[in-house]
Structures are given as C-alpha cells and as structure tokens.
C-alpha cells in the first residue's frame, strides 16, 4: 500500500495558500473546506504548513492580532513530506513519531497531493475489511 494509491482514491486537489496571505484568510479558507490545515506555497515549492495547531499558538502569544500576520510567520516548518511511492505504514510511523496529522506529497520537487492522518487511518480500515471479508468468503467456500 503506497501513498499513491490513496491519491487514487482521494483525488488530488490540494487547496493552499501563499506565504503572504494573513492567518485571517487562512482560517476563512479551514473552515469553508472543514480541512484542519493547508499547505503554504512560496511559488511551486511547500514552504510550510498552516494549522489549527498554529492557529491556537498564535492567537495564545498575539491575541486577535494573530489574524493579521502572514502566514511566513505563524507557519509550521521545516515541512515533513511523503513520496507518492512511500508506504503507507512509513508514512504513518513518520506522523506518529513527529506527531504531526498532514503531510504533503512530493514528487521531483513538487507538491502533487496533500495526505491526513484521518486518511491514511480511513485506507487501512478498508484494506483490513477487504481482507476479512475475503477470508470469511473464503472459508464458507
């Protein structure tokens, strides 16, 4: 099992933000979407990454002030990344060890999808109950 296969099957289109746009519209941008990050873009390249987690400090050591920075500033980094061709075991052994929740995909230097914890989670399940099932099919044979 490969990050690209969930790729596959989750599609990837990747909603991001420049590194200049202000924490307010990044938060306008979460909860339109209901995602819990977005990737910053310095041009092609994830310069960062925007979360609910950043939103939480900023807001704790600026107040509402938060909301005017831009997001260079408030922005996880450096970005932890996957390859489309990494397994999806890998990946979830590198989220719970840094304890992050989203990982950019990254292909010859550039970002070709975006990969939650809550997916990789969603991809095991249903390859676990394809499997039970096939066995219990298997058996009644």
Avoid: C, N, W
């Amino acid at each position: 099992m490969t990050i690209a296969a969930i790729l596959r099957t989750k599609g990837d289109e990747v909603a991001s933000l420049p590194m200049t746009a202000t924490v307010a519209a990044a938060v306008a941008l979460l909860a339109e979407r209901r995602i819990g990050a977005v990737p910053v873009m310095d041009g092609d390249l994830v310069a960062g990454i925007f979360s609910e987690r950043d939103l939480v400090h900023g807001i704790a050591r600026d107040g509402a002030a938060a909301l005017d920075r831009p997001l260079a500033e408030v922005m996880t980094r450096p970005v932890q990344s996957v390859a489309p061709d990494q397994a999806v075991i890998a990946a979830l052994s590198l989220m719970t060890r840094r304890r992050i929740r989203h990982l950019p995909v990254v292909e010859d230097g550039r970002m070709i999808g975006f990969v939650s914890i809550g997916d990789l989670v969603k991809y095991r399940i249903d390859r676990i109950e394809a499997e039970a099932s096939a066995m219990r099919d298997y058996i009644q044979q």
